[in-house]
């Protein structure tokens, strides 16, 4: 009997409580505990060749998001997104909403850019460059430091009762964060709005920025709530990015894994005997500490992991202070793990480079191409033509001129084919200034015997003086005529239609 029960007394709970006797370890997420509470993350800083690498990132896309509404770049911000006149400025050049075409390549371009990315290099983009990750460990997390001190002094206040001293720590640093997070969301405005626009008349006339004023208190308290208490949460449970990984990666993809191999059977040095062989993994879960979402690199690929090469740079410091070779967790691959030669170029990869170079290329033909004006033509008016008293045929039209230089232009207007046609414009010449619409009414008349079938095809030449120059085709509408009555007629008989 005794030896029957004993594998009933080895599967016993420890009598040692454990915040994972509800339910098996594996089985949790990271940022809850089995109780269901959310355990917050303080991770500890490991300053390695990695985490260098991402600090420079981080200050340069800091600088850049808080340059690009400063800079002038052909009178315009280097990014300005102008809702108000529906028109982007970026980089010097100016997109209307009938750049569709550019649109549709842009919009391809990023979304193949996106799949390129995760297929390829993996989490890389959550570590080192989304701004989730950028803002939080590189300056809400510092910030947070300066004032409640390291990890551990962290969770020994959150963890003390409140006084003076907790409250007054506690409010130091949300003011701190909210200045922050102020200066952000103007930015994040000036986008959209200029910066000495928002500058000028918060100061002169903020009750004329009532709408302006409550989206910038509107993203200064969703900053506020992200950075300062979702924060990992937003990567683990919120963004969709981590889930989609899941089907973008391959054997191939960059992955950060730990070596299994040579790592396991894991035990910490002082429960090492000399008799029995072990693991380079010392079991410190140092990785774990330093880990933004506290994920256990060693269980293996995780949605939750985000590839910021925190736990590789813990985990190299660990083995140069006891002196085995760096690399027990590293970028690698799931192919490299299982002892095989990662592929580079793989029909996946190949596939999205050619349509990359497809979207992207037709993107920077369509910018080198671009004209000085876009002219679009349309029919206006209630009715599709209108018969005069001579027996012309009249078809009213507007005609959208847009100015795509830095300087005014004088746009003409004539009629090139079919011969006879006269046409009449609202405003000749069209003056439209640098970077603006201006639409005009156009009425164009042809005699009824050019009709053929209730159509014609009428063709415009449209000049400016600074040498734009370009032909569009029109479709005219009007009567059908006798001979075309009868084909008509002949056509609904055939259909069993009624006339």
Known sequence: MAEKEAPAAAVQLPARRSVFEAAPEEDLLYSMSADGKRKYM??????????????????????????????????????????????????????????????????????????????????????????????????FRPIEALFEGGPVKQKRLNAAPWDLRKAGTKAAKWAAWAVVALAMSLTFVAYFVGFSHLLWNLVLDPLSMRGTLFTVAAVTALILFDFG???????????????????????????????????DPKAKEKDRLPDRVYGDCIDCKSCVASCPTGTDIRRGLQPECIGSAQCIDACDDVMRRIGLPIGLVKYTSEREQAGEVRRIIRPRTIVYLVILAIAWGTLAALLLTRGDA??????????????????????????????????????????????????????????????????????????????????????????????????????????????????????????????
């Open 374 to 499: 876009q002219i679009e033509i349309v029919r206006n008016g209630r009715e599709p033509y209108r018969i005069l008293p001579d027996g012309g045929v009249a078809n009213q039209q507007r005609l959208r001129i847009t100015n795509q230089l830095r300087e005014e232009q004088k746009f003409t207007v004539e009629v090139l084919s079919p011969r006879g046609t006269s046409l009449v414009v609202s405003e000749s010449p069209v003056v439209v200034e640098a970077d603006k619409v201006v639409t005009v009414d156009i009425v164009t008349t042809v005699a009824q015997g050019v009709f053929h079938d209730g159509q014609v095809p009428v063709r415009y030449l449209i000049r400016s003086d600074r040498g734009f120059r370009k032909e569009a085709d029109f479709l005219l509408l009007g009567p059908y005529g006798e001979e075309g009555e009868e084909k008509r007629d002949e056509r609904h008989e055939q259909k069993g239609g009624k006339h």
């Open 42 to 139: 303080h991770p500890v800083v490991r300053k390695g060749r990695y985490w260098k690498i991402r600090r420079a990132l981080a200050y340069s896309l800091f600088a850049l998001f808080f340059a690009l509404p400063l800079i002038p770049v052909g009178g315009f911000p280097a990014v300005f997104l102008d809702l108000a006149s529906r028109r982007f400025h970026i980089f010097g050049a100016t997109f209307n909403p009938t750049d569709n075409l550019l649109l549709a390549a842009f919009g391809l371009g990023i979304i193949v850019t996106v799949f390129f990315v995760g297929s390829t290099f993996g989490r890389m983009w959550c570590g080192y460059a989304c701004p989730q990750t950028v803002y939080l460990e590189f300056l």
């Open 229 to 263: 208490w979702f924060r990992d949460q937003m990567c683990t449970i919120a963004c969709p990015y981590g889930r989609l990984q899941n089907v973008m990666a391959d054997k191939d993809t960059i992955l950060v894994a730990y070596d299994d191999k040579r790592g």
